[in-house]
């Protein structure tokens, strides 16, 4: 029995990482065969697997035909971006009161690690990296209520980020340079510097279709 629910995580873990990783793109249809041949175990697993990724909205079952991987809606796209933008500058609204040497020093270490994996290409972990950043200065505020909602945002904040890198991987370098301004904004106690700095960056990243407002606040 052990081995079965052990297997079954596996299959889960496996495939919802390709789609956050973009590797399992959005429309592309996959069979339980498929992917229990690439990791060498029965079906049954992998249906288990497909079934609880099909309740958190990931993939869409049809019968004898496969599992559907489901695009990131439009709506559903900006609706991230906005909850991002609102907590993010809040965030950063609540930690420029206070002392914040040691979250500069951490999040320009942070960009060291970014530049590395930039640099050899690990789209993977430089998603996460961008992923992690962004959270340093939501927990810095410490406010929990902030840090819980927004640790709900981040596996479509993660399937969105890699997108956009695995679509232009110059992404990269710009996702640097604007989190260097970020920490510089941060450093400088500038909340609405940040906001503003922080909208031109998610419009740029993800090319939505209504662009957040430069001043600082959600239309």
Do not use: C
């Amino acid at each position: 029995m052990s081995k079965q629910i052990s297997a079954s995580e596996r299959a889960y873990s496996q495939v919802k990482g390709h789609i956050l990783a973009g590797t399992l793109a959005g429309g592309e249809l996959i069979s339980e065969g498929e992917i229990a041949t690439t990791l060498g175990t029965s079906r049954t697993p992998v249906r288990e697997a497909f079934l609880r990724l099909e309740a958190e909205g990931w993939m869409k079952l049809y019968p004898k035909r496969g599992a559907l991987i489901v695009p990131v809606p439009v709506d559903e796209a900006e609706h991230v971006i906005t909850a991002r933008f609102v907590v993010e500058t809040a965030a950063v609204r609540i930690l420029v009161t206070g002392e914040r040497t040691a979250l500069v020093a951490d999040l320009r270490a942070a960009l060291d690690q970014q530049r590395i994996h930039a640099e050899a290409g690990e789209v993977d972990e430089f998603t996460i990296a961008d992923a992690a950043f962004h959270r340093m200065f939501v927990a810095a505020a410490g406010n929990p209520l902030l840090e819980g909602f927004y640790d709900t945002l981040r596996d479509r904040q993660l399937r969105m980020t890699s997108t956009s890198v695995q679509r232009d991987r110059a992404q990269m370098q710009r996702i640097i340079a604007h989190h260097t301004e970020l920490a510089d904004l941060i450093d400088a106690g500038d909340a609405p510097g940040f906001a503003t700095s922080l909208a031109a960056h998610l419009n740029a990243v993800h090319n939505l279709r209504t662009p957040l407002p430069f001043d600082g606040a959600p239309s």
